[in-house]
């Protein structure tokens, strides 16, 4: 399993931002898509936005559609994700996933593995 370190969570008030970074270790993402899954306590990982190898296609749960924003600096080997207008029901562990295919990756939300994450709260 490739390994990411996924930073930037913290406590952040309601309407509030963050940019969360996930970084890869020890290789390369440039041919992967990568997205963002997270898992509220108690609750299964929910993919929320996700981007294709090249950068030009991105795809975003409902739940986020339009407050997140993901991106990818393949130079830096990091996606990030750009969070506003952040609500309690934003909180979670928030983790990314890698794989070649991004339809099963960022249409099905597909995903087998998860790594450490950054934790994220919201809360006034």
């Known amino acids: 399993q490739l390994q990411f370190v996924e930073s930037g969570g913290g406590l952040v008030q309601p309407g509030g931002s963050l940019r969360l970074s996930c970084a890869a270790v020890?290789?390369?993402?440039?041919?992967?898509?990568i997205a963002w899954f997270r898992q509220a306590p108690g609750k299964e990982h929910e993919g929320v936005a996700c981007?294709?190898?090249?950068?030009?296609?991105?795809y975003y749960s409902d739940s986020v559609k339009g407050r997140f924003t993901i991106s990818r600096d393949n130079v830096k080997n990091t996606v990030f994700l750009q969070m506003n207008s952040l609500q309690p029901e934003d909180t979670a562990v928030y983790s990314c996933?890698?794989?070649?295919?991004?339809?099963?990756?960022?249409?099905?939300?597909?995903?087998?593995?998860w790594g450490q994450g950054t934790r994220v709260t919201v809360s006034s």
């Open positions: 996933a890698y794989d070649l295919s991004m339809s099963r990756l960022c249409v099905h939300w597909l995903n087998d593995a």
């Open positions: 020890g290789w390369r993402l440039d041919y992967y898509a």
């Open positions: 981007i294709g190898s090249n950068g030009n296609s991105t």
